[in-house]
C-alpha cells in the first residue's frame, strides 16, 4: 500500500509539473522560496496516498473521510483562496466530528484534541509556501507515526501511516528547492 501512495503521489505531481493538469498557481510572495509561480494543489497526490491506506485497513473509513474532506476544502482555499474563518469552521467541524465518533475521551479531554487538530491543520497552511518544510514534517512524522503505531500492534494505523509518509516522501522530490 506505501508503494502505492508513493507511486499515485509521484505520477499526479509529476503530470501537474509538466503542465498536463489545469492547477492554480502560487505565486511567490514574501513567505515562499521560490521565484516563479509553481503548481498548487501537490496535497491531492498525498490524499491518493491516504486512499491507498485505506484500500489496505479497517476501521479508518471516518478519519480517512474527514481527511479527504479537509483536502477539498484546501484545494477550495488553492483555487479561491477561501478565508479564514471559512478554513478554520471545517477545521473545527473535523475535529469535532471525529471526537464525537472515534473517541470516549473525557469532555475537557475533548477540547483540548479538537483544539490540538485545529492548531496541527493551520500549522501546516503557514508551512506551505516553504520549500520542503510541509512535506518533510508529513514525511518524518507520519513515518514516526508508523513506527510507534506498530510497535504497540495498531497495525491498521501503522499501514496508514506509511501510506501517508510514502506518499510525502514522494512529493518531495517536486518541493525541495527550488519547489516545481
Same mark, same amino acid.
Given at each position: ?63 480517512? %473521510?474527514?481527511? &479527504? /474532506?479537509?483536502?477539498? *476544502?484546501?484545494? $477550495? ?6 478565508? !479564514?474563518?471559512?478554513? +478554520? ?59 510507534? %503505531?506498530?510497535? &504497540? /500492534?495498531?497495525?491498521? *494505523?501503522?499501514? $496508514? ?6 506518499? !510525502?516522501?514522494?512529493? +518531495? ?8
Amino acid at each position: 500500500a506505501f508503494v502505492l501512495a508513493a507511486i499515485l503521489c509521484f505520477s499526479l505531481n509529476a503530470v501537474a509539473v509538466r503542465g498536463a493538469l489545469v492547477a492554480p498557481r502560487d505565486l511567490p510572495n514574501e513567505r515562499s522560496l521560490h521565484a516563479r509561480p509553481v503548481p498548487r494543489g501537490g496535497g491531492v497526490g498525498i490524499v491518493c496516498g491516504l486512499c491507498a491506506a485505506l484500500l489496505a485497513s479497517d476501521g479508518l473509513g471516518l478519519v480517512v %473521510a474527514l481527511a &479527504v /474532506g479537509l483536502a477539498v *476544502l484546501s484545494l $477550495a482555499d488553492d483555487w479561491r483562496s477561501l478565508p !479564514a474563518l471559512v478554513r +478554520l469552521a471545517g477545521h473545527l467541524a473535523a475535529a469535532v466530528v471525529f471526537c464525537l465518533v472515534e473517541s470516549s475521551f473525557p469532555p475537557a479531554v475533548m477540547v483540548f484534541v479538537i483544539l490540538a487538530v485545529c492548531w496541527m491543520t493551520n500549522l501546516y497552511n503557514f508551512m506551505d509556501g516553504a520549500d520542503g518544510l510541509a512535506g518533510g514534517m508529513a514525511a518524518i512524522g507520519f513515518g514516526t507515526y508508523a513506527i510507534a %503505531a506498530s510497535l &504497540v /500492534g495498531e497495525t491498521d *494505523l501503522a499501514v $496508514a501511516c506509511a501510506c501517508i509518509a510514502a506518499a !510525502a516522501a514522494a512529493f +518531495l522530490w517536486f518541493n525541495f528547492y527550488p519547489a516545481k
